[in-house]
């Protein structure tokens, strides 16, 4: 039996989209903010890196809060829309700021400035705008290949977002005079473009009615429910805190290879390859998207195509450390390309992950919360590339990094190897282990068999 499609072509591209928004933040920001206010401002790496770690704490909330608020928002535009689509004028505005840290203030005034733009950023405009769009995964069909098919076009164009955006800025910003006022004009016009994509993504898809999500039942207790009862229906779904655990080391693994700016610049004495290592790192992700949601088709679901991709991560990141250390950048690209190839399928089937995920909390506990279940894509990214970039700033100011330095003492470079070399490598391995133990998919079909409730085709996708 055919499961019922919801989408055209043009409506997957459409959400998929969006991610372009979402990356014109993401790459721009964790890729290069340490970079520009240490070497442009010339802020202490290990004060920024704090106040980040700072920012975190009192943004932590904020993802369960936007959550629970998308699962109670009735509007013509639907549950997640509204959020989706103004969430961003926020961001376009505080993504600036964050690149616009006024020259001619005082060093108290421009950590109170970024602060404060890094910290709006990330825990009020980007948060509405990113669990809303990923929770329209759950809202906009209910056909599971419908669901792999949307992350896939939503990562290849987050991943080729990313490879734009970390290929062209560094030459983007020296063109436009290198100077704090051309960090400032890149960041404009990136958000720009971003408020203009994340329009058009947010128009082309229409949710679901909530009689047709629920197949016609009322849901007159669904949806009371408070925010204390929204976090404790997450904490007790135990696939949740996986991937909330499996998103923050991801996002701390990226955090470390944007950090690789610095390893290109002062290890390998040449910024530019920067660029090439970017490529060698989307091209591979952006091919084993667009071949996902084949392969779950094939090994008949989720688990076993992340599992297998995984294990080619982890040897290609230890590949990459061998041709590191033996002074190999030809190698390095290759085997860096390998270990993306292997993370791609998680990228591609995330999103119908978190709403399996969603599922086995309305098969334990009785209620839907998809908003506040794609907390964890927006939690994972604050937190682990927050983070990410806080333990940039803190290695770095430990190591006796000094921005404007014209040399840096070899336990900085020996800081950098580390950071871009073997800490990828140990999050890769962590995430293996979670990965492992994720068989959200075949516990649901358990609990259906066992209550007697039919299956939803799932194994056909």
Known sequence: MEEKKYLKWYNKVGYGSGDIAGNVVYAFLT??????????????????????????????????FFGSLIDKTHSKLGKARPWMLYGYIGCAVTLVACFAVPTSLGKTAQYTWFFLAYTLLNGIFYTANNIAYSALTSLITKNSKERVQMGS????FAFSTSLLIQSITVGFVDRCGGDAAAWRLVAIIYAVIGLVVNTISCLSVKEL?????????????????????????????????????????????????????????????????FGWFAWAVNIPLIVALIFTPTLVGKWKGMYKLNMRGYMLAVIGRALVVVAGYIGNVPLMLVFTAV???????????????????????????????????????????????????????????????????????????????????????????????????????????????????????????
């Open 31 to 64: 890729s290069f903010v340490m970079i520009y206010l240490t070497e442009t401002v010339g802020l202490a790496s290990g004060i920024v890196g704090t106040l980040i770690a700072f920012s975190k704490l009192l943004d932590g909330f904020t993802d369960v």
């Open 339 to 461: 270990a993306a190839l292997g993370q791609g399928p998680w990228q591609g089937d995330m999103n119908a992950m978190i709403a399996s995920c969603s599922e086995y909390t309305y098969l334990t506990q009785g209620k839907h919360v998809d908003g506040t279940m794609y907390s964890c894509t927006s939690l994972g990214v604050k937190i682990g590339g927050g983070i990410g970039t806080a333990v940039v700033g803190w290695l770095m100011e430990l190591s006796g990094y000094v921005g404007k330095n014209t040399t840096q003492p070899q336990s900085a470079l020996d800081m950098m190897q580390f950071m871009y070399l073997w800490l990828p490598l140990i999050f890769d391995v962590l995430i293996l282990v979670i990965l492992s133990k994720m068989n959200v998919e075949a516990e649901n079909e358990r609990i259906k068999l066992q209550r007697g409730i039919g299956s939803d085709i799932r194994h056909e996708i």
């Open 209 to 273: 009615s909530e009689e047709e999500l629920n197949e016609g039942k009322t849901q007159d207790n669904e949806e009371k429910y408070g925010l204390i009862r929204a976090f404790k229906l997450l904490v007790k779904n135990k696939y949740y805190m996986m991937i909330c655990g499996t998103y923050i080391l991801q996002q701390l693994y990226s955090a470390m290879i944007g950090a690789g700016l610095f390893y290109m610049t002062w290890v390998l004495k040449n910024k530019n390859l």
């Open 153 to 156: 076009y939503r990562f290849i």
